[in-house]
């Protein structure tokens, strides 16, 4: 079962959980009138309870605790929740940070290019110290493998 399930799951338990005390607190507590409605208990409900002060203190702090205890469940399940990048403020900074992080690479890369083209220029001026007339060959086009014969003779 995975993380967002057993939240889903802890959630209904503790919504379920609370809303069936509150209702049994609620059909417990003697009717109120209003000035203009007669008091009135639930149809299911018509005989007294049993209950007493003391019964329902117990009831009351069982159901604390116990509803206490599924929200620290599920409050412990949303702490291993990962955070959700998806606001549109997260998602600029994420954003931002990757073009940092772009220019940063792209600066380096035109570094490194000067500094190729400083040691082909360095490797230039030492070939044409070494040799300083250079020799006459005719450039030369490699036949690739499965090419046709270029410019032969028709």
């Given amino acids: 079962m995975d993380l967002l399930t057993q939240v889903q799951d802890k959630l209904h338990d503790l919504t379920r959980r609370f809303a069936h005390e509150s209702r049994y607190f609620q059909d417990c507590a003697p009717p109120a009138a209003s000035d203009h409605e007669p008091a009135q208990r639930l149809p299911l409900l018509n005989q007294p309870f049993a209950e007493t002060r003391e019964t329902l ?29 998806g606001d549109e403020r997260g998602q600029h900074e994420v954003l931002q940070a990757l073009a940092l992080e772009n220019e940063s690479a792209g600066e380096e890369l035109a570094r490194e290019a000067e500094r190729g083209e400083r040691l082909l220029a360095d490797m230039r001026k030492a070939l044409h110290t070494m040799c300083p007339t250079p020799a006459v060959v005719p450039p030369q086009r490699v036949q690739m493998e499965g090419e046709a014969e270029v410019g032969g003779a028709a």
């Fill in 57 to 85: 203190g117990l009831r009351a702090g069982v159901s604390a605790r116990c509803i206490v205890a599924l929200n620290e469940q599920l409050d412990m399940l949303l702490s291993a929740v990962p955070a959700d990048e």
